[in-house]
């Protein structure tokens, strides 16, 4: 009774072995997906942008309460000893001042990788007759059919 019990257990924890080496999922169609094709140096960028994200606001969320709170404790708590006040302030003006930078940089990336995306969205040419890229009259008139183009005689048959 207990092995039966125990092999239940481990079948339900591990992955089935042998032939069985498949997981019964079910899927479902998305439908149509759009895909940007992208150079090797936007993607880099990409890679560049995503790191620094949020960098300089967890440090200015981390240097201004710092700040805040030895503000608080150093005017309301009595130190004599300038030796153990003196670091205390120190620290104390590094972390506004540092809170203050981390801050304004952070205030100045934000949107920075928003406004990439939607310029390597922009650059993408939509297919013919797609919504935002639609032909006149005039161009399709201009556009050759497939049946004109495998008659029409290759570069090199020209030749």
């Given at each position: 009774?207990?092995?039966?019990?125990?092999?239940?257990?481990?079948?339900?924890?591990?992955?089935?072995?042998?032939?069985?080496?498949?997981?019964?999922?079910?899927?479902?169609?998305?439908?149509?997906l759009p895909t940007y094709e992208?150079?090797?140096?936007?993607?880099?960028?990409?890679?560049?942008?995503?790191?620094?994200?949020?960098?300089?606001?967890?440090?200015?969320?981390?240097?201004?309460?710092?700040?805040?709170?030895?503000?608080?404790?150093?005017?309301?708590?009595?130190?004599?000893?300038?030796?153990?006040?003196?670091?205390?302030?120190?620290?104390?003006?590094?972390?506004?001042?540092?809170?203050?930078?981390?801050?304004?940089?952070?205030?100045?990336?934000?949107?920075?990788?928003?406004?990439?995306?939607?310029?390597?969205?922009?650059?993408?040419?939509?297919?013919?007759?797609?919504?935002?890229?639609?032909?006149?009259?005039?161009?399709?008139?201009?556009?050759?059919?497939?049946?004109a183009d495998s008659s029409a005689?290759?570069?090199?048959?020209?030749?």
């Amino acid at each position: 009774m207990a092995k039966t019990i125990l092999r239940s257990a481990l079948e339900l924890l591990t992955m089935p072995q042998g032939g069985d080496d498949f997981l019964p999922l079910k899927r479902y169609r998305l439908g149509q997906l759009p895909t940007y094709e992208i150079l090797a140096k936007d993607f880099d960028r990409i890679g560049d942008e995503a790191q620094s994200i949020g960098t300089a606001f967890a440090f200015a969320t981390a240097c201004i309460p710092v700040a805040l709170t030895l503000t608080v404790a150093l005017t309301t708590v009595i130190i004599d000893s300038w030796k153990v006040k003196s670091p205390f302030m120190v620290l104390m003006f590094v972390c506004y001042i540092l809170g203050l930078y981390f801050s304004v940089l952070a205030f100045r990336q934000r949107g920075r990788l928003t406004k990439f995306m939607q310029a390597i969205r922009d650059s993408q040419v939509a297919p013919l007759g797609e919504k935002g890229d639609e032909i006149g009259p005039a161009e399709s008139q201009q556009l050759q059919s497939e049946a004109a183009d495998s008659s029409a005689p290759s570069p090199e048959e020209k030749v």
